[in-house]
């Protein structure tokens, strides 16, 4: 198995784009999910809620972030552990993102927000990770130190081609049109091995980084979104839920896999070899 494509989401739920390696942080990915959408309470935002969301490009430079749409122009913001000249320090504002609350994050301004607020139509604000940022990883996978940013559940959102296109076998079997990839919005994306591989290895060595399996993610009405135009169709969701359901809770199912980067630095490559590891905790190289 071998890396083959890897991802980064600057602000949840808006566009990501590809990317030919990635670092990592304590976090996760570097410059993945650092940014956050809120409405007036702290609470956070998603396609979920506004599939417009999806028609918003995201743009990272060492030191910024542009968000950027069709027929409404961009906007620039400084990133938080690099904040460009005249960016100053931001106010903490208290968020919600499930079952953390009271999570501290920085408020990125009025500019941002009224560029946002304009485009979807829905008044909110952009929150940024600061230096009094802290949240733990609940997975019951987790171990003392595991943090991570803004994504839903874990760190790392690992996806493999072959279990795409077995999923889209069957859809094309109930009468549907493929998806693509982008609907799961994964951060890594495995080449080779049996479909669904990515549910049941402990964990994943890539070089000198260590991941560990923090169980299958259930989907959500994102998957049906479009992730150019904001539409919404019935697929893949009709489909998973013929076969993919969890057994405990017939209401969810289940598409990718959640990962915790039990490696706290390194680097991942497009074509780097994946080697499953037999155990949750690892130690190669050194790297943690």
Not at 109 to 114: K, Y
Not at 242 to 270: M, Q
Not at 272 to 288: F, N
Request: aromatic share 6%; net charge positive; with cysteine.
């Amino acid at each position: 198995m071998r890396v083959s494509g890897l991802f980064l989401y600057p602000v949840k739920s808006l566009r990501g784009f590809a990317v030919p390696a990635a670092d990592l942080d304590d976090l996760g990915f570097v410059g993945d999910r650092r940014f956050m959408l809120v409405d007036g309470t702290g609470k956070f935002l998603t396609q979920r809620q506004l599939p417009r969301m999806a028609q918003i490009s995201t743009a990272l430079t060492a030191s910024t972030l542009t968000l950027s749409a069709d027929h409404h122009g961009s906007i620039t913001v400084g990133r938080a552990s690099c904040p460009t000249v005249g960016d100053e320090p931001r106010p903490t504002i208290s968020v919600t993102i499930w079952k953390h609350e009271g999570l501290q994050a920085e408020d990125c301004g009025d500019g941002p927000a009224a560029w946002l607020s304009s485009f979807l139509d829905f008044k909110c604000r952009l929150v940024r990770i600061g230096e009094k940022f802290r949240r733990p990883v609940l997975k019951s996978a987790a171990q003392p130190g595991d943090r991570f940013a803004f994504a839903d559940g874990a760190p790392v959102l690992v996806a493999s081609e072959a279990s795409l296109a077995a999923l889209n076998d069957r859809i094309l079997e109930n009468g549907g049109e493929p998806v693509p990839m982008d609907r799961f919005r994964p951060n890594l994306v495995i080449a080779g091995g049996p479909a669904f591989a990515e549910d049941d290895a402990p964990g994943l060595r890539i070089g000198q980084v260590v991941l560990r399996n923090a169980g299958k993610s259930i989907r959500c009405a994102i998957t049906t979104t479009d992730q150019f135009t904001g539409g919404r169709g019935k697929e893949p969701l009709r489909t998973l839920a013929t076969f993919r359901r969890e057994p405990d809770d017939p209401t969810a199912v289940t598409f990718a896999t959640n990962y915790i980067n039990e490696s706290k630095r390194g680097a991942i490559r497009l074509g780097d070899e994946i080697v499953p590891t037999q155990a949750g905790l690892v130690t190669v190289g050194g790297a943690r």
